[in-house]
């Protein structure tokens, strides 16, 4: 089993929402900084939002006022809440998480130890 689990992708349309989630059960101590990244294909993963511990979030400037991140401690899950979505948005989408707290809002892809498999997101016109 992978450490993190995402699930919720899915083919919408566009200005459709969906509700990705990420649990991390195995891995509750390393929730202190975890992050949502996406990659489409031919393209680098990149970034899209991070949560810290208090819930303090970022977010890439593309999804920010349409994507929103947050996390249960209590589930150990990450969610990320995508509406009015774009094609653009049609990417694989994973969730990443590490123990390290600083830097979280800035760190990219190779400050995160611990990687879901991924879920599809397809958005079509």
């Known amino acids: 089993q992978a450490p993190l689990v995402e699930s919720g992708g899915g083919s919408v349309q566009a200005g459709e929402s969906l509700t990705l989630s990420c649990e991390a059960s195995?891995?509750?101590?390393?929730?202190?900084?975890m992050g949502w990244f996406r990659q489409a294909p031919g393209k680098e993963r990149e970034g899209v939002a991070r949560?810290?511990?208090?819930?303090?979030?970022s977010y890439e400037d593309s999804v920010k006022g349409r994507f929103t991140a947050s996390i249960n401690n209590a589930k150990n899950t990450l969610y990320l809440q995508m509406n009015n979505l774009k094609p653009e948005d049609t990417a694989m989408y994973y969730c990443?998480?590490?123990?390290?707290?600083?830097?979280?809002?800035?760190?990219?892809?190779?400050?995160?130890?611990?990687w879901g498999r991924g879920t599809q997101v397809t958005v079509s016109p």
């Open positions: 949560v810290d511990r208090d819930n303090g979030t």
């Open positions: 990443a998480a590490t123990w390290i707290y600083s830097n979280c809002h800035t760190r990219g892809p190779d400050g995160f130890p611990h």
């Open positions: 195995r891995y509750s101590s390393s929730t202190n900084c």
